[in-house]
């Protein structure tokens, strides 16, 4: 029977080894970087506008869009490349604790983190916007002007939120719960693909399909005209402004229950996957790194 005690103290012994490793720090570079140019362009905006943000709107607008979100998951992908773990370490406690446990720690660890990755997004575009926003629950009259594109002020500025219609029916808070979860969820399911694959069949596959299934998910997103059902992409599910757009669109984007619903059941069907092959771990080290 397996531990979670035993698989919740070797989890975060993996968590703590992070500085140690160079994939740690590219990662969290790109997730800092892929953040900061949507969130400073928004700032520049409200104060060309005159006009204060909602502390929450720039990460709300970031991931409502389908650029920023596309490059920001890159970082993710790179820093679990290293999937399933399995080396030196790996094989002493995995023959301690047994294959079940060793299994366990390691779904902890992904699930831990894919929710700090996209936790630090959101604290790094809470710490840069807070000098310059209100903590109010109500939507700032900047953003409403470029949802509305006032003036052509949104094509004027390149910076889009694609559903005003979104802003009438949740507040702020309301909204970042939705976001929030969707990405979380897309961000699990990224890694759980990677961890997955990697587990089954060899190291790279995981990889090369989760990157496949996200750039996919980008193209169709872009090219609506090519691939009219949006609810194809993963990333549109994981994009909280491209759900209940309107009832002439309902059709091509999904609601936000399809959405969760999809993530649960990609990454319960994942972890039945690995869960089905945990005899069959090889915990073998190849002589030279003995």
């Known amino acids: 029977m397996c531990s979670l005690r ?13 500085p140690r490793k160079p994939l ?4 969290l570079a790109l997730n800092l970087n892929f953040t900061l140019e949507p969130a400073v362009a928004l700032i520049r905006a409200s104060q060309l506008l005159g006009e204060p943000l909602q502390v929450l709107e720039p990460y709300l607008q970031m991931t409502s869009h389908r ?6 998951m890159i970082g993710l992908v790179i820093f679990l490349s290293d999937a399933p773990f399995l080396d030196e370490r790996a094989t002493y406690v995995g023959l301690r604790m047994g294959r079940g446990e060793w299994l366990l ?12 990755y996209a936790l630090v997004r959101l604290a790094f575009a809470l710490a840069l916007t807070i000098p310059y926003a209100y903590s109010g629950n109500l939507w700032s009259s900047t953003l409403w002007a470029i949802a509305n594109d006032e ?31 969707l990405q979380s969820l897309y961000c699990l399911t990224i890694g759980m693909m990677v961890f997955a694959l990697n ?25 609506g005209s090519v691939f009219a059902n949006q609810r194809w992409s993963l990333l549109v599910h994981s994009l909280g402004c ?46 030279r790194n003995l």
């Open 242 to 287: 491209l759900h209940d757009i309107n009832q002439l669109l309902i059709q091509r984007f999904p609601a936000f229950w399809e959405s969760f619903a999809l993530f649960l059941g990609l990454i319960g069907g994942l972890a039945a996957l690995c869960a089905a092959w945990a005899h069959r771990i090889d915990f073998s080290v190849p002589y």
């Open 105 to 116: 720690a390691q779904l902890l660890y992904v699930a831990a983190a894919c929710l700090l």
């Open 199 to 223: 587990l089954v069949f060899r190291k790279g596959v995981g990889i090369a399909v989760a990157l496949c299934v996200h750039n996919l998910g980008y193209f169709i997103a872009f090219d």
């Open 67 to 72: 650029v920023p979100c596309f490059l920001w």
């Open 151 to 181: 003036g052509g002020i949104a094509s004027q500025l390149k910076i889009f939120f694609p559903n005003k219609y979104m802003m009438t029916l949740y507040t702020p808070y309301a909204f970042l719960g939705l976001s929030l979860g």
């Open 24 to 27: 740690f720090w590219l990662a």
């Open 6 to 18: 035993k698989a919740l103290r070797l989890a975060g012994q993996q968590m703590g080894e992070w």
